[in-house]
Structure formats: structure tokens, C-alpha cells
């Protein structure tokens, strides 16, 4: 099974508003990522969060990550149409190089 | 820097074919990865490069799947004999090979077997 799941699975907001996404892992990490593809292509990596880490920022992007609750959160604040992609948790599964994908949140942005 | 390219960008190909995909990684990163991504799926890993380590190819999904690379560079993936359920879009990436593993992706292949 997919160690990380993605909540919810779409998510139509409007613009200007905020879009939080959720994602559950099962296995110690020792980091957690988030990446958003565009159109089903190639990946860009948005940022990463070690464990020892509970919060970061960059830009409008805040992401949480609770390794109690095996558990991080994606913000983006003040939304914009080109925010319109889906967003993918990826995490080491405890130090393998390999990522582990969840199946990922498709946002959609409303003008 | 050129970031990761990959090529071809689409492939079609009939049932039972085989076919070659192509990764030029970021020059100097020593890690490169391939994942599939079927439709409206997350990704699934397929095998890991590291220097001159034997491949972690736990995520190849039967012997028709392989992979190289060449010189720690250029990899490619070939798959023998395609069925219709290989069609996907597939995902290299490639990072320092460090710890922090931030991986930069290409732009995928879509292969479609008729």
C-alpha cells in the first residue's frame, strides 16, 4: 500500500483563498516532501521537511508535519489560478532512497 | 544548469513490442530514479541508481522490465514484450545522492500500448 495518503482527494476552492492539503505516512521518515505536477508531466519539488522539523515556510506555502501522528499538512495561502495542479506527499520511509508517493490532492483554483 | 530531460516525450507502440526510454540526468548527480505514473495515480517507484552500487530494482514489476546506466550518466529503460497495462507515463529523476534526497524530475514519457 501507498505509505503516503493524500486528503482530500480533490479540492476546488476559489481564488484568494486558502487550500490546505493532508497527508498520512505509516513508516518513520527521517524527511517529507511536497512536490505539484502540472497537466500529469514532470514533478516540481515545492519543499521538504525533516523530522525534527514541526513547521516551514516558503513563500506562501506552510507545511506542519506531526511525527506522532505520522502526519503533515500543506497551506497555500491566497490561492491563484496557477496554483491549479495536483500536489503529491513523498517521504524516505525511514532511509531508503526511493520516494514513496501518495496518490496525490488535485487542486483546482476558480477565477 | 539543463535540468532532467527525457526522451521520447510520447510513445506509441503495439502489444508485444519493445521499447526504449531515455534519461539524461542533471549533470553531476550521481542518484537517478524511474517511477511510473498510470492514470490519475501517484507514483510508483520503479528502480534506484547510485554511483557505481548495484540498482535497487525492488519496484520493477516483472523480469520484462530492465534498466541501465551508462558511464553513471544516461540511463534507459527498456521494456520487453509491451502489454497494454504498461501503458503509463514514465518518471525519471535525478538528486546529489545525498541525505536530504530532493529529487528533480523530467518531463515523463507517455507510452501508450496499443
Known amino acids: 500500500s501507498q505509505q503516503g495518503e493524500e486528503d482530500p482527494q480533490a479540492l476546488s476552492i476559489q481564488e484568494g483563498e486558502n487550500a490546505t492539503m493532508n497527508c498520512s505516512y505509516k513508516t518513520s521518515i527521517n524527511n517529507l516532501q511536497w512536490y505539484r505536477q502540472n497537466s500529469g508531466r514532470g514533478l516540481v519539488h515545492l519543499i521538504l521537511i525533516r523530522s525534527n522539523e514541526r513547521e516551514k515556510h516558503s513563500g506562501r506555502l506552510r507545511v506542519t508535519l506531526d511525527t506522532s501522528k505520522k502526519s503533515s499538512s500543506l497551506l497555500i495561502t491566497a490561492s491563484r489560478a496557477a496554483d491549479t495542479a495536483s500536489y503529491f506527499c513523498?517521504?524516505?520511509?525511514?532511509?531508503?532512497?526511493?520516494?514513496?508517493f501518495g496518490q496525490g490532492t488535485r487542486l483546482t483554483i476558480n477565477p | 544548469g539543463a535540468g532532467v530531460s527525457q526522451s521520447p516525450s510520447n510513445k506509441v507502440t503495439e502489444k508485444g513490442k519493445d521499447v526504449e526510454l531515455r534519461c539524461d540526468p542533471i549533470?553531476?548527480?550521481?542518484?537517478l530514479y524511474w517511477y511510473r505514473q498510470s492514470l490519475g495515480q501517484g507514483l510508483e517507484f520503479l528502480i534506484y541508481f547510485q554511483g557505481n552500487s548495484a540498482p535497487d530494482k525492488s519496484g520493477l514489476p516483472s523480469d520484462r522490465f530492465s534498466a541501465e546506466r551508462t558511464g553513471g550518466s544516461v540511463s534507459t529503460l527498456t521494456i520487453q514484450r509491451t502489454q497494454q497495462e504498461d501503458s503509463a507515463v514514465y518518471l525519471c529523476?535525478?538528486?546529489?545522492?545525498?541525505?536530504?534526497?530532493?529529487?528533480?524530475f523530467g518531463p515523463g514519457t507517455r507510452l501508450t500500448v496499443l
Open positions: 513523498a517521504t524516505d520511509a525511514g532511509g531508503a532512497q526511493k520516494l514513496v
Open positions: 529523476a535525478s538528486s546529489g545522492g545525498g541525505w536530504i534526497n530532493e529529487q528533480f
Open positions: 549533470s553531476g548527480h550521481t542518484a
